[in-house]
């Protein structure tokens, strides 16, 4: 259980604000936010309306409004991870942050010398440009004298990501988080993960009745999403139970293909072999070799002359397993499999032991393949597309925004953009409310 607020109250800012998780997670420690700053003007004004308090003290591009900062205790970022210049002056490492929107925290760091610091990013940032970039940031923070502590991966000794499911909740989003201090870091500043504490996606999930009219509307699968679902399904329920299901993704333009691919690419033949390989296809009688290669999967169309290994090894382990199951393909499913989009044509199987059928775990649509998991998480939302947006298999719907809110520690009643896109956007943005709550508690009143 997370643990009550803290026994004083501080002043903070909330910098690249999005839908406000920091200051959620602040306030409810009993803390005050006395600045904000949000680029997206329907963001800043949700903002308003979700925290009263902040009319006045939320505004726009932090590179026109910083000078309005006032003086606080804890300043708080979900930072765009911008690559450094290698370029210019380079007189000190906080001239290597120049040009990038870190630089506006360390001169506000600068100018007020706040008592702690919270920084979030995502998962991969350690590894940002060869990591150089967390290297610049863990200096410039040193260099203001600061120490600094993040979430560095296990395998590089350090803590390792924070997701909400290490601490009970069902969202799988593994985020590096920074945390800094004048003063002396707690001996551990980030929770530890329980991996062995179950999670359920029922502990988010609405009742279809309680869904409104537009609910219904926007979570709703299309016709073509719910026959490919269906399709793999049927597949699924040929194959013997004895055969297991493929840890790689499933490439369905496998099944019927021919061309040549351990030793040379099919761009290295000529268009008269080319012509061979995708006969099945009946080619127009004088087309080009670029006319051929279009009748390749798209992944085997690419102009090399030879691919590389993991891609030598993706296809051979998925024409062994076609071989392994064809008496269980039937002609009349590969039709059908070939007139989905090539995005539909592929499966990701990530529930290993599991009941094989589809509409019992969660879903997502992704360029490469329709990706299964269990029903004990949901997957990361993503902040650049709508189109992946995790599907409740048991419910057959796509979740809701009040779900997406719940797995995010927001309330239900927090108001998001209007546009459904827009919403997911935000969500996937956001940072996650509980997680930075105990990770503030923990940095603030000690471990």
């Keep these: 259980m997370l643990k009550g607020p803290a026994t004083r109250s501080l002043r903070f800012i909330d910098l690249f604000a999005g839908l406000g998780g920091f200051h959620l997670a602040l306030r409810g420690l009993g803390h005050e936010c006395v600045f904000a700053s949000e680029i997206d003007e329907e963001l800043r004004s949700l903002y308003r309306t979700n925290y009263l308090e902040a009319h006045g003290l939320i505004h726009g591009d932090i590179r026109e409004y910083k000078q309005k900062i006032p003086a606080h205790d804890i300043l708080c970022a979900g930072f765009p991870c911008q690559p450094f210049s290698k370029s210019g002056r380079q007189q000190g490492m906080l ?54 502590r993040g979430t560095e991966h296990v395998e590089s000794g350090g803590h390792g990501l924070i997701s909400p499911h290490h601490l009970g909740f069902p969202h799988t989003r593994e985020r ?59 597949l699924l329920a040929r194959v ?3 055969i297991e299901l493929p840890s790689f993704p499933i490439w369905g333009d496998e099944i019927l293909a021919t ?46 002359h030879k691919f590389p290994k993991w891609k030598v090894d993706f296809i051979q382990n ?32 990530n529930c290993k032991d599991e009941d094989r059928d589809l509409w019992k775990h969660v879903l997502q649509f992704r360029p490469s393949g329709l990706r299964v ?32 809110l719940r797995l995010q520690g927001f309330p239900d009643s927090h108001k998001l953009p209007q546009k459904r896109y827009a919403a997911f956007q935000a969500l996937g943005n956001a940072v996650h409310v509980l997680v930075v709550r105990e990770i503030a508690r923990r940095l603030i009143n000690g471990a």
Aim: proline share 7%; net charge positive.
């Design 95 to 148: 001239d290597k942050t120049r040009g990038t929107l870190f630089h506006e925290i360390v001169e506000i760091l600068e100018q007020h010398r706040p008592s702690y610091v919270i920084l979030e990013n995502v998962g991969n940032f350690e590894r940002h440009d060869g990591g150089r970039t967390w290297k610049i940031v863990k200096e410039s923070l040193a260099e203001l004298g600061y120490q600094v």
């Design 373 to 404: 998991k269990r029903y004990t998480s949901c997957p990361a939302l993503v902040a650049m597309t709508s189109t992946q947006i995790p599907i409740l298999g048991p419910k057959h719907r796509f979740i809701t925004q009040i779900e997406g």
């Design 259 to 304: 061309y040549p691919f351990t030793k040379k690419a099919p761009y290295a033949f000529t268009a008269k072999d080319l012509r061979e390989f995708v006969r099945q296809y009946r080619p127009p009688r004088k087309a080009k070799k670029f006319q051929l290669l279009k009748l390749l999967p798209s992944y085997a169309r690419i102009e090399e």
């Design 240 to 242: 013997p139970d004895d």
């Design 176 to 234: 590096f988080f920074i945390v800094a201090s004048l003063g002396q870091l707690p001996k551990d500043p980030f929770p530890k993960a329980q991996r062995d504490r179950a999670t359920t996606l029922e502990d988010i999930v609405q009742l279809n009745s309680e869904l409104s009219k537009e609910d219904r509307k926007w979570a709703a699968l299309s016709e073509q999403q719910r026959r490919c679902i269906d399709h793999w399904n049927a």
């Design 318 to 349: 998925n024409r062994d397993w076609f071989e392994e199951i064809s008496p269980y393909l039937s002609q009349r499913w590969i039709q059908k499999l070939i007139q989905f989009p090539p995005s539909l044509r592929k499966l990701e199987w």
